[in-house]
């Protein structure tokens, strides 16, 4: 059975992650592993790149840090508002480094399926995506 070019680019797109942090060393550790799951990857360290993306393509899954470069605490918070509302079926991993229990709360009140504290080990994220 020969699969067409659309049905490669859909199922492509059904496996395709975003991943948006300011660390590139993170950037880097987790599409490496994540690519070898067989997900697709788009990377981007600020939220204007990231909110493109979003605009420009399917994602099943967003691993944002809550707090990027130059930012308040509340730049992952825009974001995921934006992604539920472009992509309300895609999986967001919320990680951050200056978390508190509010923002968690409000992280999974906007529809967050997790919320981890850095550092946070590959494996925990690996396990996230593939629940």
């Known amino acids: 059975m ?3 070019p659309i049905e ?19 950037l880097f550790a987790y599409r490496k592993l994540i690519e070898r799951e067989g997900f697709g990857v788009d990377v981007c360290e600020n939220i204007e790149t990231a909110l493109s993306n979003i605009r420009l393509n399917t994602y099943c ?6 707090r990027l470069a130059g930012s308040d605490n509340t730049d992952g918070l825009k974001l995921l508002n934006i992604i539920k509302a472009h992509q309300p079926d895609a999986k967001v991993i919320m990680v951050t480094g200056y978390g508190n229990h509010e923002i968690e709360q409000q992280a999974y009140s906007l529809g967050a399926a997790h919320f981890f504290e850095k550092p946070v080990r590959p494996s925990v994220i690996l396990d996230a995506l593939k629940a």
């Open 2 to 4: 020969t699969i067409s």
């Open 8 to 26: 490669k680019t859909l199922l492509y797109n059904q496996k395709k992650i975003l991943i948006v942090d300011d660390e590139v060393a993170i």
């Open 61 to 66: 899954a967003v691993i944002a840090d809550m």
